[in-house]
């Protein structure tokens, strides 16, 4: 998986961890247009943006030099993850749409690689 992949499927899976909505996962992993692909980037982008600059005690998205730690609330549990690597940079996003635009399974097999980083965080925070 190529990094632009990667710190996409990082950015997908801290905002479902933050936000505590697969919504924006959904759509990409469900997308049949480019037109679909590019409205959950966007709101992708925007959403995590909104987070990291006003982080509340129940959601946060912290960057770190080697991981993204991110708080939020899960019923009543409390649940701070790290997740390996960095977010995308701004150029990643265009990059990232431009992969997409000749194969929609990139935006689809990105979603599901993000599934599964969010699947095992959530599984080791309640493990330790």
Avoid at 11 to 29: F, G, K, N, P, Q
Avoid at 33 to 48: C, F, H, M, P, T
Avoid at 64 to 92: C, M, N, Y
Wanted: glycine fraction near 6%.
């Amino acid at each position: 998986m190529g990094m632009i992949y990667w710190r996409l499927s990082n950015a997908l899976a801290a905002i479902v961890l933050a936000s505590r909505s697969y919504t924006i996962l959904d759509r990409l992993a469900n997308a049949i247009s480019q037109d679909a692909v590019a409205k959950a980037i966007y709101e992708l982008g925007r959403n995590l943006d909104v987070i990291i600059r006003n982080p509340k005690e129940d959601q946060a998205i912290r960057l770190h030099e080697e991981f993204i730690q991110v708080t939020s609330k899960w019923g009543d549990a409390s649940v701070t993850v790290k997740i390996r690597g960095q977010l995308p940079e701004p150029r990643d996003y265009e990059e990232f749409l431009n992969a997409t635009v000749g194969n929609i399974q990139v935006a689809r097999c990105t979603a599901a690689y993000a599934s599964g980083l969010v699947s095992s965080s959530l599984a080791s925070s309640r493990k330790g």
